[in-house]
């Protein structure tokens, strides 16, 4: 008579069993290996919309293969003479980096003004002609975007941080890689970040 266990069935069953245990397993090994927390599936910061001071648009891409020095910028601060060091900066290292100014009115109120009202005051007094963009919050609920990459290391696979004050520095390298930030106190032509630049 027929029976379901004999040697040679089981020899099959016990072979299929194994294939079956290893095509799982690799499946299972695929599966971590994509996924999406993972640094693989890191945000791009060149996908962040900004918009400038005057309303238009900037494409982060433009600055594909330039550092660039993104700073949370305020007209009233004790440090809001740093603009001339970053004005210095950008205009030494123009060929490598390009200073984003962001004004932001988050820390003792400092930055009032309208949008006009700050570029009128950035240009009069300290003769900026890198790019500002429109008033932005880099804290709380409303935090804007690229705060939200700057300061999340799941973001930007490098390093967590918040904002602690006015004219905080983020460096982002050429590929769009964070590389470091900076504290207020350190001044823009300091060599923790020209050394970065040159």
């Not at 648009?57 to 009233?76: C, P, W």
């Not at 918040?162 to 900076?182: I, P, R, T």
């Amino acid at each position: 008579p027929w029976r379901i266990n004999t040697k040679e069935s089981y020899l099959y069953k016990k072979t299929m069993f194994k294939k079956l245990l290893g095509g799982l397993l690799l499946v299972a090994t695929l599966g971590c290996a994509q996924n999406p927390s993972s640094s693989n599936a890191m945000e791009s910061i060149y996908d962040i919309s900004l918009t400038d001071i005057n309303g238009a648009s900037i494409d982060l891409s433009q600055y594909r293969g330039k550092k660039i020095l993104f700073v949370n910028v305020a007209s009233e601060c004790g440090f809001t003479s740093q603009y001339d060091g970053l004005q210095e900066l950008y205009t030494t290292y123009k060929d490598k980096l390009v200073v984003i100014g962001l004004p932001c009115n988050q820390f003792g109120g400092q930055e009032p003004g309208t949008e006009a009202q700050i570029e009128s005051f950035c240009r009069a007094n300290y003769s900026v002609d890198f790019p500002l963009t429109a008033k932005i919050e880099v804290k709380g609920d409303n935090q804007h975007p690229l705060y939200q990459w700057l300061t999340n290391k799941t973001k930007n696979g490098k390093s967590s941080s918040s904002v602690k004050w006015n004219f905080q520095k983020y460096l982002v390298d050429e590929k769009g890689a964070l590389v470091d930030y900076f504290y207020s106190i350190t001044k823009p032509m300091n060599k923790k970040i020209t050394g970065l630049i040159q």
